[in-house]
């Protein structure tokens, strides 16, 4: 109804007013404005460019307009022709002035403005003596109210190579000065219902205003609001009521009132794939969720259960249990993301992992499941019998915390096609982040609920036997080494004293699991008392800890120096990682520690940043987000602020090498 409101007006404005309309001059006067047809110099030259102009020059308090008038207005119109062929090219607008008209905002000029037209001579006319340039001109000019005018405008030129500067030359040089910078930026744009955001790397900080060369695009009479978070600015723009919303891009004139940038915004490719493709992300969350069955620190648990599946004679409630279980873990841990994020915290796959209480908590849950499975934990005791039912058991409540188990134990794993569909959901929709956590959890649950209910599945297991047993003792080790992982982190996230405090725990516990399984009675009870004395006491510890600075051997990532490297035109490898992921060290090890990408490094100048993402750290968490990633491993190639690569999760020197290679020829425009 607003664009329907401001047609009306400018139609009544027009037909309150007499419009104007002049011949064969090369200058004009009509109501409230002089227009006139201009040169640099006084001759055209074959041999360069030549500059022309058409002038317009309102009365004191009148204005016309840019190419994108804004709410109300008509931007001037040129149709050029000449006596022999000429090359004209674009209009050179200069940076518009916001004109605010009652609720209305139009971009214009309040005054005198040149718009510059290059012109060349093509190759069979340069011998021409003289040429007459023609332009057909369209104007609005506009107070209170607005008059439209036409003019046919004629200017005369003699054709040589020797040229001198006309009386207006020193306004083409003044125009020059207020025109865009000739810097072409690129931004990425989302489209929401309401707002259009775009996100561009400003040149330097001002108070920047993005105006649409379209005029349908946006309100323009709503305020932008910015907010710049790792060197970019995201730009929050009224979207326009007319806006159809299918443009691929956009330009904009990024401009304080004083200096402009032309900005080419391209639609952010990775909002269109999770809009328009959710089935994609919600089969790689299903299919993340299959390989997480296999990672260290949950492949032993399960296995144990799937052992324990031709002894067992369940009901199908008690066979849906264990799927049930991690169904509701999942989404429960959605639940926990939607809301923390919703009260501002910064929160992704694995956050717990930050905290020392819940790296010791799980060094302990690891240690315990250890002496089950080496038939060391109590029995008696009531309330270890409750944990070994937890994953020995074969009701519908054991198969439930199985799953519950599981999930927890693969909290701190991130499997291949995880990560992108983690990271679509952690900035989607709460709707959008169940459905793909449930994904997940589908993924995970189904190998282990088909073992359950399907006679076909659960024949491919081997048969029972004195295996069994021995194979059982032998899943012990993964789950120690999960152990000493753990306890390495803490030590990333805490001191070394510390760290010698939690294996200290981590023995006394062992030690009264043990003892509670041998003795009787009271003694028994005393002991299990003991090992949970020890257990609350080093996750108070835990929770307590101050954690440490992290170190880096390498360059520190922070957005400043990134931003800095790249408008210098370097080659730049950022390597987000953290002490308790897993694929991050595995990567460290297998790839960038090698010769041949150490060489490359070196070789080609890379500067190579690295953030660690071991203890919170929301300036990392926003590198994270701008590539939708909710965790760590990220890795991703610059070469200057042209280019760049977001490397695999998964990666081998050749990919690193072919990664360096690829960005050093774009740098060099190869």
């Not at 959710?278 to 296999?294: D, E, K, P, T």
């Amino acid at each position: 109804m607003n664009y329907l409101k401001t047609l009306l007006f400018i139609v009544g404005l027009l037909c309150i007013s007499t419009p104007y309309k002049v011949h064969g001059q090369a200058s004009a006067k009509g109501d409230h404005i002089e227009v006139a047809l201009v040169s640099e110099n006084q001759q055209l030259s074959p041999d360069k460019t030549n500059w022309i102009g058409v002038l317009l020059t309102p009365e004191e308090h009148w204005h016309t307009y840019w190419q994108n008038p804004g709410d109300s207005g008509e931007a001037p119109t040129v149709e050029w022709s000449a006596s022999v062929p000429l090359s004209f090219g674009d209009i050179l607008w200069p940076i518009p002035q916001q004109i605010p008209v009652a609720h209305l905002v139009n971009y214009g000029y309040d005054g005198q403005v040149l718009l510059m037209v290059p012109v060349e001579l093509s190759n069979a006319d340069k011998l021409a003596e003289q040429v007459d340039i023609k332009v057909s001109l369209s104007w609005l000019v506009c107070q209170e109210d607005c008059i439209p005018g036409w003019a046919d405008l004629t200017l005369s030129l003699p054709v040589s190579v020797n040229t001198q500067e006309s009386s207006y030359a020193p306004l083409f040089a003044q125009t020059r000065e207020q025109l865009p910078n000739d810097t072409q930026l690129t931004a990425k744009f989302e489209i929401t219902e309401q707002h259009l955001a775009v996100s561009y790397q400003a040149p330097f900080e001002s108070d920047w205003q993005l105006l649409p060369l379209r005029s349908d695009v946006a309100q323009h009479n709503q305020k932008q609001s910015v907010v710049s978070e790792a060197g970019f600015n995201n730009q929050v723009i009224a979207r326009s009521d007319y806006f159809v919303g299918d443009a691929q891009t956009l330009k904009f004139l990024m401009t304080d009132g004083q200096s402009g940038y032309y900005v080419n915004a391209h639609l952010n490719d990775n909002q269109q794939q999770a809009a328009d493709a959710l089935w994609v992300i919600l089969i790689m969350a299903f299919v993340g969720g299959l390989i997480l069955n296999i990672m260290p620190c949950v492949l032993p648990v399960l296995s144990f259960k799937a052992m324990a599946i031709g002894q067992q004679d369940m009901t199908i409630i008690q066979k849906l249990g264990y799927g049930i279980g991690v169904l509701v873990c999942f989404n429960l841990f959605a639940t926990m993301i939607i809301v923390l994020k919703s009260s501002g915290e910064a929160v992704g796959w694995g956050f717990h992992m930050q905290e020392p209480a819940v790296i010791a908590f799980l060094a302990f849950l690891f240690v315990f499941i250890a002496l089950i499975l080496m038939d060391i934990a109590p029995s008696g005791a009531r309330l270890a019998g409750v944990g070994q039912s937890l994953i020995a058991g074969n009701g519908f409540a054991s198969q439930f915390f199985t799953g519950v188990l599981a999930v927890i134990v693969a909290s701190p794993c991130t499997a291949p096609f995880m990560a992108a569909a983690l990271g679509v959901a952690l900035v989607s929709p709460p709707i959008t982040t169940y459905m793909i956590f449930t994904a997940l959890a589908l993924g995970f649950a189904l190998p282990l609920t088909l073992l359950f209910i399907s006679p076909v599945f659960a024949k491919l297991l081997p048969k029972p036997g004195a295996w069994m047993n021995t194979f059982k003792h032998l899943l012990v080790f993964p789950m120690l080494a999960t152990v000493a992982w753990l306890v390495w982190v803490y030590l990333g996230q805490t001191s070394s004293f510390a760290q010698f405090g939690l294996l200290l725990a981590l023995v006394g516990f062992a030690l009264f699991i043990w003892l509670s399984s041998v003795l009787k009675g009271v003694y028994s009870l005393s002991s299990l008392i003991l090992a949970l004395v020890i257990l609350l006491g080093a996750l108070f510890n835990g929770a307590q800890t101050q954690a440490l600075p992290t170190d880096s051997a390498h360059e520190a990532y922070s957005p400043e120096k990134l931003a800095q490297l790249r408008n210098n035109g370097q080659l730049v490898l950022v390597n987000m990682t953290a002490d308790w992921c897993i694929t991050c060290k595995v990567n460290e090890q297998v790839a960038f520690s090698t010769k041949q990408v150490q060489l490359a490094l070196q070789q080609n100048q890379v500067h190579y940043l690295v953030g660690d993402w071991t203890n919170k750290n929301d300036m990392i968490f926003n590198y994270l987000k701008q590539y939708q990633r909710s965790g760590v491993p990220l890795y991703v190639m610059y070469a200057g602020n042209d280019y760049e690569q977001v490397l695999p999760q998964i990666l081998t020197p050749e990919m690193v090498v072919t990664a360096i290679n690829t960005a050093k020829k774009e740098v060099n425009h190869d």
